[in-house]
């Protein structure tokens, strides 16, 4: 298995909620699959929200991709922002001790 560091962006057309962040965070935290979470915030200069967090992968970059896409799709639905498209993702294979602060923001 090797650690995958996923950063992602999503935008929305409708204003989000104040409390955006925080509701994606929870829902990062407690989504399966995922195994630390940090730099989850608003996204700087418009309606929308930013996250990283890291997963194990087994097969490799293209696993860790599709794997991480999905989660961060569904994440976004779980915190109640279904209309937040995913804008950016950026998959990193990196040991979890070069950039992680731990669970939370």
């Known amino acids: 298995m090797s650690d995958y560091r996923v950063r992602f962006s999503a935008t929305s057309s409708v204003p989000l909620a104040d409390d955006a962040a925080t509701r994606l965070e929870t829902a990062l935290v407690t989504m399966p699959g995922i195994d630390e979470v940090a730099g989850v915030g ?3 200069g418009g309606p929308g929200v930013r996250a990283t967090f890291w997963i194990d992968v ?6 860790a991709a599709r794997d991480g896409s999905r989660l961060a799709k569904e994440a976004l639905k779980v915190a109640g922002m279904e209309e937040a498209q995913l804008v950016e993702l950026s998959v990193t294979m990196m040991d979890r001790l070069d950039g992680a602060t731990g669970t939370g923001s």
Do not use: F, I, S
């Open 42 to 44: 608003p996204e700087p």
């Open 58 to 63: 087994r097969l490799g970059m293209a696993d």
